[in-house]
Antibody
């Protein structure tokens, strides 16, 4: 069965960095675009970034452009989200999502606080 | 960016009620519209894609319609497990954008 398992969340100070990982299994990872979607506490869903199946294309939300970088390693079935210059407003649960948005990870909480 | 506006933001309904949620896009998106259900503490669940196509395993009490800028999600007979928050999302362009959500509560 399809599994998406995020890791790397935690508490970090404003201005610092954090890297999230998402390990995928149960499907041919290298054939699927992968997304990150986040949800601030008590708020709605916000799409963050996507990387195409072969890594050739990336798109970002305006709110994270220039600070976050999505990448993937198809040999490890893993997608990453490098988050730099973190802000308090980046506090959220971050979900890893496969191309069709049918399968979602359980989410990992990132808290940006001094 | 394409803005997605859902209405209402919340609603109270009884078991057995027919419920309709609307979603409006700030520009035409053809049928590149999805609906998600989210329960507290859980990841969102995909219900509908391409505006009206039901995801595998989703009960037929859920239906979607619309094209262009105006869309609806209908739950034909609300059951206790349907009390949740519902989001629309356009995937015509990047950045993908979600509506602000509609919370369906028990009356």
């Amino acid at each position: 069965q399809v599994q998406l398992v995020e890791s790397g969340g935690g508490v970090v100070q404003p201005g610092r960095s954090l890297r999230l990982s998402c390990a995928a299994s149960g499907f041919t990872f290298s054939r699927y675009d992968m997304h990150w979607v986040r949800q601030a506490p008590g708020k709605g869903l916000e799409w963050v970034a996507v990387m195409s199946y072969d890594g050739s294309n990336k798109y970002y939300a305006d709110s994270v452009k220039g600070r976050f970088t999505i990448s993937r390693d198809n040999s490890k079935n893993t997608v990453y989200l490098q988050m730099d210059s973190l802000r308090v407003e980046d506090t959220a649960v971050y979900y890893c999502v496969e191309q069709r948005e049918v399968y979602w990870g359980q989410g990992t909480l990132v808290t940006v606080s001094s | 960016d394409i803005q997605m506006t859902q209405s209402p933001s919340s609603l109270s309904a009884s078991v057995g009620d027919r419920v309709t949620i609307t979603c409006r896009a700030s520009q035409g998106i053809s049928n590149y519209l999805a609906w998600f259900q989210q329960k507290p503490g859980e990841a969102p669940k995909s219900l509908i894609y391409a505006a009206s196509s039901l995801q595998s395993g989703v009960p037929s009490k859920f239906s979607g319609s619309g094209s262009g800028t105006d869309f609806t999600l209908t739950i034909s007979s609300l059951q206790p497990e349907d009390f949740a928050t519902y989001y629309c999302q356009q995937y015509k362009n990047y950045p993908r954008t979600f509506g602000q959500g509609t919370r369906v509560e028990i009356k």
